[in-house]
């Protein structure tokens, strides 16, 4: 076989420029709609003042984890703030979000008809192992070629790279319901939409949101790939300062990103179950002993009144 070389670059430059002749405007729509999304979200983050929107971050993080998580959310955010790095890390966050959502509105379905279909999940394995698998900076020559310099290749290329953990782990967490709770469901007459709603995606959500936390981190990890296609934010700064060799620059932006990964980080992982230390894990407890109180003062009446009925039986 000397000499002989399969031609799988060839045939690959081939299959791209057929899409750029024939679905131009295909990745027109799709560059419109994800620049307004991005540029949008990037502009609301940026139209509020900063302590409003560090306030609202920290009440978010009280919300669901704990009021220590608040405090260190207000001081990362204030470092960044200090770091004259706001208008990046907004940028960068507008970027992740939007990424996160569009792939968790691709990966949720896909899991759960994966679970739901063996055909399915066998077809979607070994794609979803190339994606995994594929060197990320690959994921931004298509992407440069179909959407130009921008925000949106860097997008596109986050949504690719991110989007296999939120698959995976949706159908782990499907295929990992008790069976019998669903066989007690398709007893009692529950459709196969009712099952899925009331019983599968209730009991798999922990685990569903374990692939969004994932997504979320794999998001963040490409945002200096992205600053490579020329998306803006502090993966970019990152870029810049590779290119220039500076280290003080590449070391802020890199705190930058770190601040807001533990940041999404700990209020993903809070989504499924908020903390007891959360501000809505104290409002269930006293909602609890309040519930609870009631039933004590209910059953202490009922005692009450059949001792008296006894008395009066006895007279």
Do not use: C
């Given at each position: 076989?000397?000499?002989?070389?399969?031609?799988?670059?060839?045939?690959?430059?081939?299959?791209?420029?057929?899409?750029?002749?024939?679905?131009?405007?295909?990745?027109?729509?799709?560059?419109?709609?994800?620049?307004?999304?991005?540029?949008?979200?990037?502009?609301?983050?940026?139209?509020?003042?900063?302590?409003?929107?560090?306030?609202?971050?920290?009440?978010?993080?009280?919300?669901?984890?704990?009021?220590?998580?608040?405090?260190?959310?207000?001081?990362?955010?204030?470092?960044?703030?200090?770091?004259?790095?706001?208008?990046?890390?907004?940028?960068?966050?507008?970027?992740?979000?939007?990424?996160?959502?569009?792939?968790?509105?691709?990966?949720?379905?896909?899991?759960?008809?994966?679970?739901?279909?063996?055909?399915?999940?066998?077809?979607?394995?070994?794609?979803?192992?190339?994606?995994?698998?594929?060197?990320?900076?690959?994921?931004?020559?298509?992407?440069?070629?179909?959407?130009?310099?921008?925000?949106?290749?860097?997008?596109?290329?986050?949504?690719?790279?991110?989007?296999?953990?939120?698959?995976?782990?949706?159908?782990?967490?499907?295929?990992?319901?008790?069976?019998?709770?669903?066989?007690?469901?398709?007893?009692?007459?529950?459709?196969?939409?009712?099952?899925?709603?009331?019983?599968?995606?209730?009991?798999?959500?922990?685990?569903?949101?374990?692939?969004?936390?994932?997504?979320?981190?794999?998001?963040?990890?490409?945002?200096?790939?992205?600053?490579?296609?020329?998306?803006?934010?502090?993966?970019?700064?990152?870029?810049?300062?590779?290119?220039?060799?500076?280290?003080?620059?590449?070391?802020?932006?890199?705190?930058?990103?770190?601040?807001?990964?533990?940041?999404?980080?700990?209020?993903?992982?809070?989504?499924?179950?908020?903390?007891?230390?959360?501000?809505?894990?104290?409002?269930?407890?006293?909602?609890t002993a309040r519930r609870r109180q009631a039933a004590d003062q209910a059953a202490a009446s009922a005692a009450s009144a059949e001792e008296d009925a006894l008395a009066a039986a006895a007279r």
């Amino acid at each position: 076989m000397d000499g002989f070389r399969l031609p799988l670059g060839e045939w690959v430059e081939t299959g791209v420029n057929w899409l750029l002749n024939n679905l131009e405007w295909l990745f027109d729509f799709i560059s419109t709609v994800i620049g307004a999304l991005v540029d949008g979200l990037t502009g609301l983050l940026l139209d509020v003042p900063f302590p409003v929107t560090i306030v609202v971050l920290a009440l978010v993080a009280w919300l669901l984890r704990s009021p220590l998580l608040a405090v260190g959310t207000a001081v990362s955010l204030l470092v960044i703030v200090s770091l004259d790095l706001w208008t990046p890390a907004m940028q960068t966050l507008a970027l992740v979000l939007v990424a996160t959502i569009v792939a968790i509105l691709i990966a949720v379905p896909l899991g759960i008809w994966s679970a739901r279909n063996d055909t399915v999940r066998a077809v979607l394995k070994p794609v979803l192992d190339f994606m995994q698998t594929m060197p990320a900076f690959v994921y931004l020559i298509p992407a440069i070629l179909f959407f130009g310099i921008g925000v949106v290749p860097g997008m596109v290329a986050t949504v690719i790279f991110a989007l296999p953990p939120g698959v995976r782990l949706t159908e782990l967490g499907i295929r990992g319901v008790d069976g019998e709770t669903v066989e007690a469901g398709h007893a009692f007459g529950a459709t196969p939409g009712q099952i899925l709603r009331g019983i599968q995606l209730p009991l798999a959500l922990p685990t569903i949101m374990a692939g969004v936390n994932q997504v979320i981190m794999l998001a963040l990890s490409m945002a200096v790939i992205a600053g490579m296609a020329g998306a803006d934010g502090l993966g970019k700064l990152v870029v810049e300062a590779i290119s220039t060799v500076d280290i003080g620059q590449g070391v802020e932006a890199g705190l930058g990103i770190v601040l807001i990964a533990v940041f999404l980080d700990r209020v993903t992982a809070a989504l499924a179950s908020p903390s007891e230390y959360s501000l809505l894990g104290l409002i269930g407890r006293r909602r609890t002993a309040r519930r609870r109180q009631a039933a004590d003062q209910a059953a202490a009446s009922a005692a009450s009144a059949e001792e008296d009925a006894l008395a009066a039986a006895a007279r």
